[in-house]
């Protein structure tokens, strides 16, 4: 079955500092990955997503990520963090053989002041 | 409203009792899913289902069973609960394979 890696549990930045959140997946067939963020006691919303057209995805609050096959990689990144991007990360995979959505064990990002 | 709504929000329950966690959406989507999640585990699969009559196993299934009442309705059940059950559960819901998923709120389970 699919999966993905998430490298770091926890990623600390200052603000104003470039954020980096790391996603590796494994899929023998094409993937659709997907980037969703928890903040605190809420359910789980959607950042962006990979579904074969872009490579270089925008999605919701300034952060983009970019699909990369030969790395097996989906990163996720923003210039320039601000304290209310503090929150819980995930990453997740799908594919079309079996439908079902696989995530990481997630990233938690701090924001320093 | 929301578009998935799960009840109840928070339960305490007692070992070996049985529980059942409720889920409904408004979206009109055929896929719906339950997910646990644990601190350094991420998300882990549960149930996942496509219709009525379509119900598959997940990751972690052992202990849990599910219940596809209708397309909006999908309902978790624990027949005997144990301590290591205790987690945060998601339901979701989704179109098609190369769309997002559509979360509730949660349910926090504890199981003393």
């Known amino acids: 079955a699919q999966s993905v890696t998430q490298l770091g549990s926890h990623v600390s930045v200052s603000e104003g500092a470039l954020v980096l959140l790391r996603c590796n997946y494994s899929s023998s067939v094409p993937p659709y990955l997907f980037w969703y963020v928890q903040y605190p006691n809420q359910g789980l919303q959607l950042l962006l997503k990979y579904t074969s057209a872009a490579t270089l995805v925008k999605g919701i609050n300034g952060f983009e990520a970019e699909f990369k096959k030969s790395e097996t990689s989906f990163h996720l990144t923003k210039p320039s963090a601000h304290m209310s991007d503090a929150a819980e990360y995930f990453c997740a995979v799908s594919v079309e053989v079996n439908n079902d959505m696989r995530f990481g064990a997630g990233t938690r990002l701090t924001v320093k002041p | 409203d929301a578009d998935v709504t799960q009840t109840p929000r928070n339960r305490i329950t007692k070992t070996g009792k049985r529980i059942m966690l409720e889920c409904s959406q408004t979206?009109?989507?055929?896929?719906m899913y339950w997910y646990r999640q644990d601190p350094g585990l991420g998300l882990r699969l549960i149930y996942y289902s496509f219709d009525v009559k379509d119900i598959n196993k997940g990751e972690i299934s052992d202990g849990y069973s599910v219940s596809r009442q209708a397309q909006a309705k999908f309902s978790l059940s624990l027949e005997s609960a144990i301590p290591n059950q205790t987690a945060l559960y998601f339901c979701a819901t989704r179109g098609t394979v190369n769309t997002e998923a559509f979360f509730g709120q949660g349910t926090r389970l504890t199981v003393v």
């Open positions: 979206k009109g989507h055929d896929r």
